[in-house]
Nanobody, 122 residues
Framework: QVQLVESGGGLVQAGGSLRLSCAASGRTFSTYAMGWFRQAPGKEREFVAGIKWITGITSYADSVKGRFTISRDNAKNTMYLQMNSLKPEDTAVYYC???????????????WGQGTQVTVSS
């Protein structure tokens, strides 16, 4: 079992920046992929960014590419999401997730953090 804890959410104005962190603990040895998802009220949880834990290869949703950067520190078992040029439509609860397969589908991830609220005002 992998335990994940997010931090770094908050309220920012449009055009501002935030950095989210996700600290992993527990049985992380079977984790090959991690990612960030977000969910706004009344909407399905959607993929934001993903990273292969060993190689560091990344992927992004089209809506955030060029604005968000996902990274990880293997020694610290920590994943980050640097969010720049934030837009009101980025407002959502952001979750980090860990799994054994590379996927953009929430159901393919076994472990989830508690979520952190990101609110972008216009």
């Amino acid at each position: 079992q992998v335990q994940l804890v997010e931090s770094g959410g908050g309220l920012v104005q449009a055009g501002g920046s935030l950095r989210l962190s996700c600290a992993a603990s527990g049985r992380t040895f079977s984790t090959y992929a991690m990612g960030w998802f977000r969910q706004a009220p009344g909407k399905e949880r959607e993929f934001v960014a993903g990273i292969k834990w060993i190689t560091g290869i990344t992927s992004y949703a089209d809506s955030v590419k060029g604005r968000f950067t996902i990274s990880r520190d293997n020694a610290k078992n920590t994943m980050y999401l640097q969010m720049n040029s934030l837009k009101p439509e980025d407002t959502a609860v952001y979750y980090c997730a860990a799994g054994s397969v590379v996927s953009r589908t929430p159901a393919d991830f076994r472990s989830w953090g508690q979520g952190t609220q990101v609110t972008v005002s216009s």
